[in-house]
Each structure stands twice: as structure tokens, then as C-alpha cells.
Nanobody, 120 residues
Framework: QVQLVESGGGLVQPGGSLRLSCAAS????????MGWYRQAPGKERELVAR???????NYADSVKGRFTISRDNAQNTVYLQMNSLSPEDTAVYYC??????????????WGQGTQVTVSP
């Protein structure tokens, strides 16, 4: 079993910054991707940023140039640095990881979510 534990959410003023962390633990053979999704009230969950095992990353158009995803392979941790935050970024942010737990078996895992609120 794999657990994803997020941290770093909170309340921040417009223009401010936050850094989210997601640590993976459990039976991990290797990673395929790690990433962040978000879901605002009344909206569908959307991809924010994702990074592959080969360190290729992609971002939602709405966060390009403001958010940066990175990973620490030794710590099985992925980060999301969020700058120039706006109220439109308010959402619950979820960590996601696609992980091989055996040589040829992989699964999709989700964290419990962390609230990010951008408000004056």
C-alpha cells in the first residue's frame, strides 16, 4: 500500500506564495508520474502540474510561469511552488502519484487534499 501525505496549504493574500509538499511512503518500486490537481467549489478536478520519472513536467495554462513543480527522489517527495497567487487559485489541492508497486503492476494514488485559500 502507498500513502501520500500533503502539507503546506493555508491562507495567503493575493500576490503571495505557498509551497506544497507531498511525501509518498509504502511499497514503492518506482514512480511513473507525480503531480498536483485541484478542485474549486462547484468545479471539476483539474490538473495543475505533473512531473515524470524522467523529470519532464507539464502545467495547466492558468499556472504557467507562476507555479513550479519539482521532486526529491531520495525523499519520494514532490513539491509545488506557487507564486503570484490569485483568488482564482483557491481550491483543494490533491497530490497524485502513479506508482509501480511491483515490477509490472502500477496504480494511481491520491492524497487527502490540502486547502489553499487566496484572499485579502
Amino acid at each position: 500500500q502507498v500513502q501520500l501525505v500533503e502539507s503546506g496549504g493555508g491562507l495567503v493574500q493575493p500576490g503571495g506564495s505557498l509551497r506544497l509538499s507531498c511525501a509518498a511512503s509504502g511499497t514503492i518500486f518506482s514512480f511513473i508520474t507525480m503531480g498536483w490537481y485541484r478542485q474549486a467549489p462547484g468545479k471539476e478536478r483539474e490538473l495543475v502540474a505533473r512531473i515524470t520519472n524522467g523529470d519532464k513536467s507539464n502545467y495547466a495554462d492558468s499556472v504557467k510561469g507562476r507555479f513550479t513543480i519539482s521532486r526529491d527522489n531520495a525523499q519520494n517527495t514532490v513539491y509545488l511552488q506557487m507564486n503570484s497567487l490569485s483568488p482564482e487559485d483557491t481550491a483543494v489541492y490533491y497530490c497524485n502519484a502513479q506508482i509501480y508497486y511491483k515490477t509490472y503492476n502500477w496504480a494511481d494514488y491520491w492524497g487527502q487534499g490540502t486547502q489553499v485559500t487566496v484572499s485579502p
